[in-house]
Each structure stands twice: as structure tokens, then as C-alpha cells.
């Protein structure tokens, strides 16, 4: 059974961190890169940054980028997302999701095979 698993969201405030974490069972996790989602209420789905399980290649949306790390253990079958120096912009529940592809992208969810629950962050200002 495919499951993806995130935690590690929570309640913080604007200028603080936390860092997600997803883990994943149920597939060879070597072939597929892992995107990291999230979803505000009343506005659509975004991608937020991905990495490539192959290559450890890495990409990230422009609103997160500098501030936003993406990492994989490969033999965890865990990528981590630091956020740094959050704003109350970032307040959304945040999904990771698993694509059958070497290369990396966030921005073609609709692409993606496999979806974790989701994790809530808040930001307060």
C-alpha cells in the first residue's frame, strides 16, 4: 500500500520555523520525486518546491524561495521541508505528493501520483 505521511506542522509565529517532513512506504522511492503542495483556504492548490529522488535535483517557487529548503534521506524514505522566516502568507495546509519521474517539478500537481494527507501551518503576525 502507497502511503505518504507528513508532520511536523503546528502553530507558529511570523518570522519563526518549522520543518515538515514526509514519509513514504509503498513504492520504490528512487524513481519518483517528491513535491511539496499547499493549499490556503479559499484559494488553489500551489506547488511549493520538489525534489528528485534520482538526483537530489531541487526546485522551488519563487514566493518561497531563500527561505524554504528541501532535502531527502533516501534511506528513510523521508524528504524534509525547512521553512525559515515564515510569513502569515504561508498559513495553509501543506500536502506532499509522489511523481513517477527522475525529473523535478511543483507546478504540474495534476501530474502527480501519490498525495499525503496533509498538514495544517499556521502563522500568526
Known amino acids: 500500500e502507497v502511503q505518504l505521511v507528513e508532520s511536523g506542522g503546528g502553530l507558529v509565529q511570523a518570522g519563526g520555523s518549522l520543518r515538515l517532513s514526509c514519509a513514504a512506504s509503498g513504492f520504490i522511492f528512487d524513481d519518483y520525486a517528491i513535491g511539496w503542495f499547499r493549499q490556503a483556504p479559499g484559494k488553489e492548490r500551489e506547488g511549493v518546491s520538489c525534489i528528485s529522488s534520482s538526483d537530489g535535483s531541487t526546485d522551488y517557487a519563487d514566493s518561497v524561495k531563500g527561505r524554504f529548503t528541501i532535502s531527502s534521506d533516501n534511506a528513510k524514505n523521508t524528504v524534509y521541508l525547512q521553512m525559515n522566516s515564515l510569513k502569515p502568507e504561508d498559513t495553509a495546509v501543506y500536502y506532499c505528493?509522489?511523481?513517477?519521474?527522475?525529473?523535478?517539478?511543483?507546478?504540474?500537481?495534476?501530474?502527480?501520483?501519490?498525495w499525503g494527507q496533509g498538514t495544517q501551518v499556521t502563522v500568526s503576525s
Open positions: 505528493a509522489a511523481l513517477w519521474s527522475v525529473a523535478c517539478n511543483y507546478y504540474s500537481d495534476y501530474e502527480y501520483d501519490y
